[in-house]
């Protein structure tokens, strides 16, 4: 896999208009990538592409719940740019409460942002990789929730999970496929973004939220705002675990102690361990 040198490559980036989308877009415009910026929110789409002026680059609003638009980002890239070598699966939005209270509106928007945004990613862009003659990578967004179970995020921390076992999946397949695109599904714990704010881009059908969520999502958000590293040093991590070929990135080393506690947990019959306790 030659994804070392970034240069002249092309990069897509959904999620682009804030948080870890807009650093992953100044990184790959550092590294003379072409830009390809897709997210619900033009404005924060706007907003980023001013800040990588020096690059070549298109946005297109694009909700990554629906197949149609990835599909339409795809044949844009390909229209602008000829290929796609490195795909950010990044947009997602988080929801707060216990499992017996959550919506079902809760469920379909975190469901098809989270996760089947991810499919659709994959669905719109491998056929178009997989006949171009250049080497691509794609990185998926999952979470630390997505290797752990997090106390009033089980809506999150289903979706996020997906994302992880379907990145396995996608590797393995790409495998037995002797496909030259790499994967890396990225993990992180809370940092400092918008994602607090995930219901500004919540669609007004899918309004519903658990009653009972209001005091996790302060958790939550406090969290957030307490995060270690910045969303800037997510980025630099995660362009830096692509061009070694890493598949899990996990950019918070003391992440893998819960990682592991949770394995124990299966492996010696015992119960979960609260990761946040
Ligand atoms: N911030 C954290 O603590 C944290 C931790 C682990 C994983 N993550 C993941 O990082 C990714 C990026 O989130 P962030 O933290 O930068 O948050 P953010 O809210 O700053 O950015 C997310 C972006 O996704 C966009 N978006 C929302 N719904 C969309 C849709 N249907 N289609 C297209 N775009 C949509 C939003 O408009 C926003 O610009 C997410 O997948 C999130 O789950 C975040």
């Known amino acids: 896999m030659s994804m070392q040198e970034l240069k002249g490559k092309v990069a897509v980036i959904t999620g682009a208009g804030s948080g870890l989308g807009r650093e992953l877009a100044k990184l790959c415009a550092a590294e003379q990538m072409k830009l390809v910026l897709a997210d619900v929110d033009v404005n924060g789409l706007e907003e980023t592409l001013a800040l990588v002026s020096e690059a070549e680059a298109i946005t297109r609003r694009c909700d990554v719940s629906k197949r149609s638009e ?3 980002l ?4 390909y229209e602008a740019f000829g290929q796609a070598n490195l795909l950010f699966n990044n947009a997602g939005v988080a929801a707060s409460g216990p499992v017996w209270s959550s919506t079902p509106e809760e469920w379909e928007w975190v469901m098809g942002v989270n996760l089947m945004g991810v499919v659709h990613g994959i669905q719109a862009f491998v056929p178009r990789m997989l006949k ?3 080497a691509a990578h794609i990185v998926n967004t999952g979470s630390l929730a997505g290797l752990t179970s997090v106390p009033g995020s089980g809506v999150y921390c289903v979706s996020k999970h997906g994302v992880v076992t ?3 999946c996608l590797h393995h ?3 037995g496929a002797s496909a030259d695109i790499g994967v890396s599904v990225l993990c992180p714990a809370f940092f400092a973004t918008g994602i607090g704010e995930s219901e500004r881009n919540r669609p007004a059908e899918l309004s519903a ?3 009972d969520g209001e005091a996790y999502a302060e958790f939550v958000r406090a969290a957030i705002a307490a995060g270690r590293l910045s969303a800037a040093d997510i980025a630099r991590i995660t362009i ?3 061009k070694a070929n890493r598949f899990y990135i996990l950019p918070h080393k003391g992440a893998r102690v819960s990682v592991e506690s949770r394995m124990r947990d299966i492996l010696e019959d015992k119960l979960p361990t609260n990761p946040v306790a």
């Open 70 to 72: 990835l599909d339409a």
């Open 74 to 77: 795809a044949s844009a890239a």
């Open 132 to 134: 171009q003659g250049e």
């Open 166 to 168: 379907l990145s396995e």
């Open 173 to 175: 397949d790409l495998q």
């Open 209 to 211: 939220s658990n009653p």
């Open 240 to 242: 830096e675990s692509v």
